[in-house]
């Protein structure tokens, strides 16, 4: 999709070469991949673009742009995560944090669109209700912008605001863009969807890109608690979404991982943990257990150490691949399922 601002400039950031070409049909081939790899180098002033004449530059500059986007908020915790709040087109706040694991490796935790349509009753994000789809241009911004904060990033996780299947298109053009050859050359393997469910984007993305990590947020395998917690389960059942995931591990022939956020007295009893053992035990899926987040908003609690352990216990004792997620990112509400500022 090709888009303009105000000006009737048209933005670079978020086309891949082909369609490059088709904005710079004056630009001989090998000229066009050189904007495409400058762009990819976040190189996003044309007047740096030194393989370029000084009247192809200046054509750039007066036709295109390639950012818009604008850092209202950055913030920093003590364990290294860092946020950022970014004003988009329309006035609308999006937030993107940088995590850092013991090994210093960075992850860039992206969104995908403002706000989220799918309320679930646990996460701020679902709070604020749904204002629209980013564009492919304003997925990969928050990359760039992370990565010049922080540097080098090496692994890409969308699991920012929105529900990444439901801005399919948008999403796997940013990932098509990070991977290209003629550009960054970001493994696929280094990126991770995370889910609520979404069994069509599931059965897409197992076709379209098999290469790519699969987390899902299950939260409980009980169906009845999942429709109270998670209304998206009304029209993507637990049943069918075992399927799903079979097949994507099929295809892909990769370890799926299974989010589960635990919450006081909701989750974390010995039912609980049965019901979700009998869900991922054929499944040979990752289990990744995470202590719910404050959220001044809601009214759940996080899970108390006696029940994360006794959950984490019972799993190892079924023989299932389980971890605890460190907290990251608390200090500036930029936990999971903490994102979701309206303002700054």
């Not at 997925?139 to 439901?166: K, S």
């Not at 899902?216 to 993507?236: D, F, G, Y």
Request: with cysteine.
């Amino acid at each position: 999709m090709i888009v303009e601002n105000k000006s009737g400039r048209v933005c670079l950031l978020g086309l891949l070469p082909e369609e490059l070409q088709k904005c710079l049909p004056d630009f001989k081939s090998f000229k066009v991949r050189e904007v495409f790899k400058n762009i990819s180098r976040s190189l996003f002033s044309f007047e740096d673009y030194t393989t370029l004449t000084y009247t192809e530059r200046s054509f750039l500059t007066e036709n295109f742009f390639c950012t818009s986007a604008t850092i209202l908020e950055h913030q920093k915790d003590a364990d290294g995560t860092q946020k950022i709040s970014i004003q988009i087109d329309g006035g609308h706040i999006i937030e993107a944090v940088l995590l850092v694991d013991k090994d210093n490796r960075k992850t860039a935790c992206i969104s995908s669109q403002v706000g989220c349509p799918l309320a679930c009753q646990f996460c701020k994000t679902g709070l604020l209700g749904f204002a629209r789809n980013l564009s492919t241009a304003e997925i990969l911004e928050q990359f760039f912008l992370l990565e010049r904060i922080a540097g080098t990033i090496d692994n890409i996780v969308f699991m920012g605001m929105g529900e990444p299947l439901l801005n399919f298109d948008a999403v796997k053009k940013s990932i098509l863009i990070l991977s290209h050859p003629q550009g960054r050359h970001f493994s696929k393997r280094r990126i991770t969807i995370s889910t609520s469910g979404i069994i069509s984007g599931i059965v897409r993305l197992g076709t379209e890109l098999p290469e790519i990590r699969l987390a899902v947020s299950l939260t409980t395998a009980n169906e009845k608690l999942r429709r109270m917690l998670m209304p998206v389960t009304l029209e993507n059942p637990l049943h069918k979404l075992k399927e799903a995931l079979f097949d994507f591990a099929k295809q892909g022939k990769r370890r799926i991982t299974l989010e589960v956020a635990l919450m006081h007295g909701i989750n974390t009893d010995k039912q609980a943990c049965a019901e979700l053992i009998e869900f991922v035990q054929p499944l040979n899926a990752h289990v990744n257990l995470i202590a719910w987040n404050p959220i001044p908003e809601l009214a759940f609690l996080p899970p108390t150490e006696k029940e994360v352990q006794f959950v984490y216990r019972e799993l190892q004792t079924a023989h299932i691949n389980v971890t605890k997620r460190k907290k990251h990112g608390g200090d500036i509400s930029g936990a999971c399922g903490q994102l979701g500022k309206v303002h700054v």
